[in-house]
């Protein structure tokens, strides 16, 4: 099928929205956006999408939807109600959530999709914005395989690795849930590592570099590393107040099936602690300063 006979709708232009619409619209697919804030929609539309001003309008005009907003509520809102994404006519469509939800959500929203003769594909990624406009992005696919087959080139196009996991949609928010969990987690031990490695009077470069060996080969957490180190929080990837969200979104998915999330229950309270002090709009790893903080160290 030639790209511009498949008709692309994109809701969500935020930060990692805009990153994959970017590269999905420079792979040559025929698009149309719908973002509430109009303005964010502009550089798309100057470069040939189509602008939709109601769910409905761009439901009619995709055959593919993708989706990139905040939480579950947001993208339960975007589907359900009156002027919802469910009340158009979605038979034999097409609609892609990008955003980590709980599984709980997922299920919903692919039996929900399926009532109404349309699919939903679970397909949450890993990478910050940086990276998703660089086209680098790690995705989890669930759902129908061979609507998955389907649209493999456009997932493609902005992505470099794609792990398919099966038909429950639910798998890969949980797979999500798992990957970040382990970023916090380590993010919440440098932060002790740090703290502890300035109170011992230990080499700020030194405790760096060794950090940084036992991670070798984690590219993300050697970034995270030189910020932490450097106390760098103002080159934001992945901002404070959205770690603040993943952390809720872990625990209530971990206890809703019996297990104690004890790995990221400090990380939450930091990071509930720093978004206090006003560190929301940081990168999330300054989550790491109420360590420092917890341990007199206030320079």
Same mark, same amino acid.
């Given at each position: 099928?030639?790209?511009?006979?498949?008709?692309?709708?994109?809701?969500?232009?935020?930060?990692?929205?805009?990153? $994959?619409?970017?590269? =999905?619209?420079?792979?040559?697919? &025929?698009?149309?956006?719908?973002?509430? %804030?109009? #303005?964010? *929609?502009?550089?798309?539309?100057?470069?040939?999408?189509?602008?939709?001003?109601?769910?409905?309008?761009?439901?009619?005009?995709?055959?593919?939807?993708?989706?990139?907003?905040?939480?579950?509520?947001?993208?339960?809102?975007?589907?359900?109600?009156?002027?919802?994404?469910?009340?158009?006519?979605?038979?034999?469509?097409?609609?892609?959530?990008?955003?980590?939800?709980?599984?709980?959500?997922?299920?919903?929203?692919?039996?929900?999709?399926?009532?109404?003769?349309?699919?939903?594909?679970?397909?949450?990624?890993?990478?910050?914005?940086?990276?998703?406009?660089?086209?680098?992005?790690?995705?989890?696919?669930?759902?129908?395989?061979?609507?998955?087959?389907? $649209?493999?080139?456009? =997932?493609?196009?902005?992505?470099? &690795?794609?792990?398919?996991?099966?038909? %429950?949609? #639910?798998? *890969?928010?949980?797979?999500?849930?798992?990957?970040?969990?382990?970023?916090?987690?380590?993010?919440?031990?440098?932060?002790?590592?740090?703290?502890?490695?300035?109170?011992?009077?230990?080499?700020?470069?030194?405790?760096?570099?060794?950090?940084?060996?036992?991670?070798?080969?984690?590219?993300?957490?050697?970034?995270?590393?030189?910020?932490?180190?450097?106390?760098?929080?103002?080159?934001?990837?992945?901002?404070?107040?959205?770690?603040?969200?993943?952390?809720?979104?872990?625990?209530?998915?971990?206890?809703?099936?019996?297990?104690?999330?004890?790995?990221?229950?400090?990380?939450?309270?930091?990071?509930?602690?720093?978004?206090?002090?006003?560190?929301?709009?940081?990168?999330?790893?300054?989550?790491?300063?109420?360590?420092?903080?917890?341990?007199?160290?206030?320079?």
């Amino acid at each position: 099928m030639e790209k511009q006979t498949i008709r692309i709708g994109f809701i969500g232009l935020g930060k990692m929205g805009s990153g $994959i619409c970017t590269n =999905i619209q420079k792979a040559g697919y &025929k698009l149309t956006v719908y973002n509430r %804030t109009l #303005s964010k *929609a502009q550089p798309f539309v100057e470069r040939g999408a189509q602008v939709a001003f109601t769910i409905k309008e761009l439901v009619d005009s995709s055959d593919i939807i993708f989706s990139s907003l905040l939480d579950d509520r947001s993208l339960i809102d975007l589907c359900s109600g009156g002027n919802g994404l469910l009340s158009s006519n979605i038979s034999n469509k097409i609609h892609i959530g990008l955003t980590t939800v709980q599984p709980s959500t997922s299920d919903f929203l692919q039996e929900e999709h399926q009532k109404a003769g349309g699919y939903y594909i679970a397909a949450p990624v890993i990478g910050r914005p940086d990276i998703a406009i660089k086209g680098k992005l790690i995705t989890f696919l669930s759902g129908n395989p061979l609507i998955i087959k389907q $649209i493999e080139s456009i =997932i493609k196009s902005y992505t470099h &690795k794609q792990i398919l996991l099966d038909e %429950t949609t #639910s798998s *890969a928010s949980a797979m999500k849930i798992c990957v970040n969990y382990m970023a916090m987690a380590q993010l919440s031990m440098l932060g002790e590592i740090f703290a502890y490695a300035e109170k011992s009077h230990l080499d700020k470069n030194k405790i760096s570099s060794i950090t940084k060996m036992f991670f070798s080969g984690n590219e993300a957490i050697t970034e995270y590393i030189e910020k932490i180190a450097k106390r760098d929080f103002d080159n934001v990837g992945f901002d404070l107040t959205a770690g603040l969200k993943d952390a809720l979104i872990f625990e209530s998915a971990f206890t809703s099936v019996g297990v104690k999330p004890g790995a990221v229950l400090a990380a939450k309270e930091n990071l509930v602690a720093a978004n206090a002090i006003g560190l929301g709009n940081k990168d999330w790893s300054a989550l790491t300063e109420i360590s420092r903080k917890f341990a007199g160290l206030t320079d």
